[in-house]
């Protein structure tokens, strides 16, 4: 079966950069410290909905000891941790997640 990248629903189409966008939600960083680690919350629509996208949790020396999201982000909840090493846990909430990698999961 011979198939045309034109004719698939899911070929890609070009974009017209000059063309009116459509509104984007804005997006932005919030920063925290706990336990002596650096938390990293990317935030979207931060004036309305308030959704966490994804964190990061940085030590003192500005390693990376993990990061962490909401695995369901419509609901806020069945939370996931996932370190620097490549291990997966799941958490119970963002604060759990947070708790986890600035204290056990970050301890050198």
Known sequence: MN???ARDSYALRRVDP????????????RR??????T???VMIDPA?????LYGAVTRP?????????PAD??????????TADGAHYDA????????????ELGAD
């Open 61 to 69: 020396d500005g390693r990376l000891v993990g990061t962490y999201y």
């Open 18 to 29: 000059a063309a009116d966008p459509a509104p984007l939600p804005d997006i932005v960083t």
């Open 92 to 103: 119970t909430s963002e604060h759990h997640a947070v708790e986890a990698l600035t204290t």
């Open 32 to 37: 925290f410290t706990a336990h002596g680690c």
């Open 73 to 82: 982000r419509v609901c806020g909840d069945h939370w996931r941790v996932v």
């Open 3 to 5: 198939h045309t990248p």
């Open 39 to 41: 938390v990293t919350a």
């Open 48 to 52: 309305d909905a308030q959704q966490l």
